[in-house]
């Protein structure tokens, strides 16, 4: 296990033939790019050239340092503020973008500093820990690496392609540990290098993989390497300034991955590992995943007979008796307070002609994740959320002002086309349900709506016992509708969290920002939530639509409206049946052109045949191209006359804000699960109670106290097995019961029950219409 300690490092003995290839690759872009720069440089006067320029850089306090371009580097920064700083400094935030501790600022900039107690300074340190596995993977084994993020949920992977070599198995673990303890040691820096994609080519030409996503880059993308030791990677980065930042690391376990996530690619070994900056610290999180494993939902789901899964419909969950007891007591609960808080539940179809998903965005956005099947020519799609059909109830018929904020609850199944090897027990499945629900409110309303839903959301987490975060997610690359819409929706839920917490971004207990994290239709609040275990989970959001009104064309009557009412169902909705038949009109009608423009074609070209006339040919892709583009330009300009006459009429539209406190049901029951280790409180317990007879001769009483209870609508079983007393009650208490009733011959002649309570050492005798009203005072009280 010979490696290269140096700093720059150089090959290692029983390195891989590519490794050398590698090297000499960089060695030759660095020696152009140097040459490059002394070339510019002469070219602008060489030492009489002008100095670099100076820069001002903004800490998040205000203060202000001064900097040289191209010279200062935030660690630079952060030694003139403390030593201290320096060392804890794993990476920097420039102008809100992560930034390498060593990279030369370039310009007039922000500055955050970021140490381990912060998410980017944990997702570097796993990124760069990554790095480093990865190279000891590419020593030990030879394979093809593929990919090696950090993870949210904490820690990293690397997948390597294993070229028909022996896997990796538990046993290599701590060789792999101690091969990167040993880089970790070397001290290395990570070393950044800008490369064209004939470079980046060139430099992997060995490993098609690393050669797909080069091919993939378009041109003009600037493409960039990182180096420590002998080892380089394609990556974007950032690093940690050094190696020696990585304290402990531990591979936790292996699996199995497709390349790019399809079953059609070839199958990866997956390595996954978690590091820290601290020895201590590692000793804890072994600690957490030993209380983990005793908690992992599927192993009490399979102890308690709550739900299983069958090969015959991956990803879809069977809830047992005592599983379906457990969803719908949250149902019910959420169904109350639905009640209570002026929503009306609605149920909409599963599936929908894929029009609909064309209207929505989702074909274009989303069509992946959908399964999809044709009917009569038809195609449809299971649907995967239920935004869109909310749509259609809202545009059935007419709106007025007085009718908003409307909020339609569905509770409906849902399908994502989950990867096979994304599932994983009820965090990840294909067949859902969601506590979804969405508002349509008028824009003056908006602050007012979300915060009521985040005051809804703080009730329902604090009877979970859940503390939580709240994070604005902002305007991904890949979004509809415009800039200034974006802008607008961000603003009103900024305004709503200001409101909410009583603080600006960034401030102790208030709310942060998720860059670029958006969903495609809308800026959207997350809701990180902490369970007993301080595992962090994202569970409810709040999503702010001002896309789906316009694509859905949704209008409501405002208090000036001049139309009467039944002109505004004609202009401003109509029915649902006359969009219907506008719909199937309309694509009858462009089946009927298809077929007709053939036609043409076909006549035409037996006409040149016989004419021996030139053929007319047919228009070219510029010319297709550019038609298509004066039809939208002409039918926008139309939509605009005809959004303006209404606007002018006084008509408005509504805003649309998606919700959630759940989330997937499934999700939040394997949540829940974990959270509370299986002992559930009594209010959510599918086990409540179970009768436990002395003998067979007291089972007759047992089953009409569990007769009388059950009529309050509680949980409560019967044991009927012929066990003795002291076994029964054993098994009770490991099937986590909330209480146990014992029956004899005292209770029959007394009508009484002996009722032990879980967590406590007390018998108390009660009767049974005593425990009726506890444990109905329990309930309401969600304990």
Same mark, same amino acid.
Request: net charge negative; with cysteine; proline share 4%.
């Given at each position: 296990?010979?490696?290269?300690?140096?700093?720059?490092?150089?090959?290692?003995?029983?390195?891989?033939?590519?490794?050398?290839?590698?090297?000499?690759?960089?060695?030759?872009?660095?020696?152009?790019?140097?040459?490059?720069?002394?070339?510019?440089?002469?070219?602008?006067?060489?030492?009489?050239?002008?100095?670099?320029?100076?820069?001002?850089?903004?800490?998040?306090?205000?203060?202000?340092?001064?900097? &040289?371009?191209?010279?200062?580097?935030?660690?630079?920064?952060?030694?003139?503020?403390?030593?201290?700083?320096?060392?804890?400094?794993?990476?920097?935030?420039?102008?809100?973008?992560?930034?390498?501790?060593? #990279?030369?600022?370039?310009?007039?900039?922000?500055?955050?500093?970021?140490?381990?107690?912060?998410?980017?300074?944990?997702?570097?340190?796993?990124?760069?820990?990554?790095?480093?596995?990865?190279?000891? +993977?590419?020593?030990?084994?030879?394979?093809?690496?593929?990919?090696?993020?950090?993870?949210?949920?904490?820690?990293?992977?690397?997948?390597?392609?294993?070229?028909?070599?022996?896997?990796?198995?538990?046993?290599?673990?701590?060789?792999?540990?101690?091969?990167?303890?040993?880089?970790?040691?070397?001290?290395?820096? *990570?070393?950044?290098?800008?490369?064209?994609?004939?470079?980046?080519?060139?430099? *992997?030409?060995?490993?098609?993989?690393?050669?797909?996503? &080069?091919?993939?880059?378009?041109?003009?993308?600037?493409?960039?390497?990182?180096?420590?030791?002998?080892?380089?990677?394609?990556?974007?980065?950032?690093?940690?300034?050094?190696?020696?930042?990585?304290?402990? +690391?531990?591979?936790?376990?292996?699996?199995?991955?497709?390349?790019?996530?399809?079953?059609?690619?070839?199958?990866?070994?997956?390595?996954?590992?978690?590091?820290?900056?601290?020895?201590?610290?590692?000793?804890?999180?072994?600690?957490?995943?030993?209380?983990?494993?005793?908690?992992?939902?599927?192993?009490?789901? %399979?102890?308690?007979?709550?739900?299983?899964?069958?090969?015959?419909?991956?990803?879809?969950?069977?809830?047992?008796?005592?599983?379906?007891?457990?969803?719908?007591?949250?149902?019910?609960?959420?169904?109350?307070?639905?009640?209570?808080?002026?929503?009306?539940?609605?149920?909409?179809?599963? +599936?929908?002609?894929?029009?609909?998903?064309?209207?929505?965005?989702?074909?274009?956005?989303?069509?992946?994740?959908?399964?999809?099947?044709?009917?009569?020519?038809?195609?449809?799609?299971? %649907?995967? +959320?239920?935004?869109?059909?909310?749509?259609?109830?809202?545009?059935?018929?007419?709106?007025?002002?007085?009718?908003?904020?409307?909020?339609?609850?569905?509770?409906?199944?849902?399908?994502?086309?989950?990867?096979?090897?994304?599932?994983?027990?009820?965090?990840?499945?294909?067949?859902?349900?969601?506590?979804?629900?969405?508002?349509?409110?008028?824009?003056?309303?908006?602050?007012?709506?979300?915060?009521?839903?985040?005051?809804?959301?703080?009730?329902?987490?604090?009877?979970?016992? *859940?503390?939580?975060?709240?994070?604005?997610?902002?305007?991904?690359?890949?979004?509809?509708?415009?800039?200034?819409?974006?802008?607008?929706?961000?603003?009103?839920?900024?305004?709503?969290?200001?409101?909410?917490?009583?603080?600006?971004?960034?401030?102790?207990?208030?709310?942060?920002?998720?860059?670029?994290?958006?969903?495609?239709?809308?800026?959207?609040?997350?809701?990180?939530?902490?369970?007993?275990?301080?595992?962090?989970?994202?569970?409810?959001?709040?999503?702010?639509?001002?896309?789906?009104?316009?694509?859905?064309?949704?209008?409501?009557?405002?208090?000036?409206?001049?139309?009467?009412?039944?002109?505004?169902?004609?202009?401003?909705?109509?029915?649902?049946?006359?969009?219907?038949?506008?719909?199937?009109?309309?694509?009858?009608?462009?089946?009927?052109?298809?077929?007709?423009?053939?036609?043409?074609?076909?006549?035409?070209?037996?006409?040149?045949?016989?004419?021996?006339?030139?053929?007319?040919?047919?228009?070219?892709?510029?010319?297709?191209?550019?038609? %298509?583009?004066?039809?939208?330009?002409?039918?926008?300009?139309?939509?605009?006359?005809?959004?303006?006459?209404?606007?002018?009429?006084?008509?408005?539209?509504?805003?649309?804000?998606?919700?959630?406190?759940?989330?997937?049901?499934?999700? *939040?029951?394997?949540?829940?699960?974990?959270?509370?280790?299986?002992?559930?409180?009594?209010?959510?317990?599918?086990?409540?109670?179970?009768?436990?007879?002395?003998?067979?001769?007291?089972?007759?009483?047992?089953?009409? &106290?569990?007769?009388?209870?059950? #009529?309050?609508?509680?949980?409560?079983?019967?044991?009927?097995?012929?066990?003795?007393?002291?076994?029964?009650?054993?098994?009770?208490?490991?099937?986590?019961?909330?209480?146990?009733?014992?029956?004899?011959?005292?209770?029959?002649?007394?009508?009484?029950?002996?009722?032990?309570?879980?967590?406590?050492?007390?018998?108390?005798?009660?009767?049974?219409?005593?425990?009726?009203?506890?444990?109905?005072?329990?309930?309401?009280?969600?304990?």
């Amino acid at each position: 296990m010979a490696h290269d300690d140096s700093a720059c490092g150089g090959v290692a003995d029983g390195a891989p033939e590519y490794v050398a290839h590698r090297i000499a690759v960089w060695d030759a872009a660095v020696a152009r790019a140097e040459a490059a720069a002394a070339a510019a440089a002469a070219a602008g006067g060489g030492a009489d050239a002008v100095s670099p320029p100076s820069i001002s850089v903004t800490l998040p306090d205000g203060s202000v340092k001064a900097a &040289v371009a191209g010279k200062t580097r935030p660690l630079d920064i952060a030694m003139d503020i403390s030593e201290g700083l320096a060392r804890a400094s794993l990476v920097a935030v420039v102008d809100g973008a992560q930034w390498d501790m060593e #990279r030369p600022l370039e310009a007039d900039c922000t500055l955050r500093l970021c140490d381990w107690s912060t998410e980017e300074g944990k997702m570097v340190l796993w990124h760069s820990s990554a790095h480093m596995m990865g190279e000891a +993977m590419e020593y030990k084994y030879g394979g093809e690496l593929c990919i090696g993020p950090p993870l949210k949920a904490g820690g990293f992977y690397y997948d390597m392609h294993m070229g028909g070599g022996r896997p990796v198995t538990d046993e290599d673990f701590g060789d792999l540990e101690k091969r990167v303890d040993k880089i970790a040691k070397s001290k290395r820096t *990570f070393q950044r290098l800008e490369l064209s994609k004939e470079e980046a080519r060139e430099m *992997f030409s060995y490993n098609r993989f690393k050669l797909e996503l &080069v091919n993939k880059m378009e041109e003009g993308t600037t493409i960039t390497a990182y180096r420590d030791g002998p080892f380089i990677d394609l990556c974007r980065g950032p690093h940690v300034p050094s190696s020696s930042k990585v304290k402990a +690391m531990a591979v936790l376990r292996t699996g199995s991955a497709y390349w790019l996530g399809n079953a059609d690619n070839p199958s990866l070994q997956r390595v996954y590992g978690i590091s820290f900056p601290d020895k201590k610290l590692l000793k804890e999180h072994r600690l957490k995943l030993a209380e983990a494993a005793k908690r992992d939902h599927r192993l009490i789901g %399979k102890n308690q007979e709550l739900f299983l899964f069958h090969g015959l419909s991956p990803g879809s969950a069977f809830l047992l008796p005592h599983g379906t007891r457990l969803f719908n007591t949250l149902l019910e609960f959420m169904r109350n307070e639905y009640w209570e808080r002026g929503y009306d539940e609605v149920q909409t179809p599963n +599936m929908f002609d894929f029009d609909l998903w064309e209207t929505s965005g989702h074909a274009a956005n989303y069509r992946d994740n959908m399964f999809a099947f044709e009917s009569e020519h038809t195609t449809f799609g299971l %649907k995967p +959320m239920n935004c869109p059909s909310h749509c259609l109830i809202y545009a059935s018929r007419s709106r007025s002002y007085r009718e908003l904020p409307m909020r339609l609850a569905d509770f409906g199944v849902l399908h994502r086309n989950e990867l096979s090897g994304a599932l994983s027990g009820l965090t990840r499945v294909r067949r859902f349900q969601q506590d979804d629900a969405h508002i349509f409110c008028a824009a003056d309303s908006v602050s007012d709506e979300v915060t009521a839903f985040l005051g809804f959301l703080q009730y329902v987490y604090d009877i979970f016992g *859940f503390s939580f975060t709240l994070a604005l997610s902002t305007r991904p690359d890949k979004y509809i509708g415009s800039v200034d819409q974006w802008d607008a929706a961000e603003a009103e839920l900024e305004a709503a969290l200001v409101r909410f917490t009583g603080k600006v971004r960034g401030e102790e207990g208030g709310w942060s920002i998720k860059d670029k994290d958006g969903a495609f239709y809308g800026p959207k609040v997350d809701v990180c939530v902490t369970d007993a275990m301080g595992r962090e989970w994202q569970l409810g959001t709040c999503q702010l639509d001002f896309n789906a009104p316009l694509r859905f064309d949704l209008w409501y009557r405002g208090p000036n409206t001049k139309e009467p009412e039944e002109a505004a169902g004609s202009a401003a909705a109509g029915s649902t049946k006359q969009q219907a038949k506008a719909a199937k009109a309309a694509k009858a009608a462009k089946a009927a052109a298809a077929a007709k423009a053939a036609e043409e074609a076909a006549a035409a070209a037996d006409a040149a045949a016989a004419s021996d006339a030139p053929a007319v040919a047919p228009p070219t892709p510029e010319e297709e191209a550019a038609a %298509k583009a004066a039809a939208a330009a002409a039918e926008a300009e139309r939509k605009a006359a005809h959004d303006t006459h209404l606007v002018a009429q006084g008509f408005r539209r509504p805003v649309i804000i998606h919700r959630a406190i759940y989330g997937s049901l499934e999700r *939040f029951i394997a949540i829940i699960c974990e959270h509370y280790g299986g002992k559930f409180p009594f209010w959510l317990s599918p086990r409540q109670a179970i009768v436990v007879p002395v003998s067979e001769r007291f089972l007759d009483y047992a089953h009409t &106290v569990a007769a009388t209870l059950r #009529r309050g609508r509680f949980y409560v079983d019967v044991d009927t097995s012929d066990q003795k007393l002291a076994k029964k009650i054993v098994l009770a208490e490991l099937a986590q019961y909330n209480h146990i009733l014992v029956v004899g011959a005292e209770e029959v002649e007394k009508h009484t029950v002996n009722l032990r309570s879980r967590g406590s050492t007390d018998h108390r005798v009660m009767s049974v219409e005593e425990v009726h009203s506890e444990f109905r005072e329990t309930r309401a009280a969600h304990k």
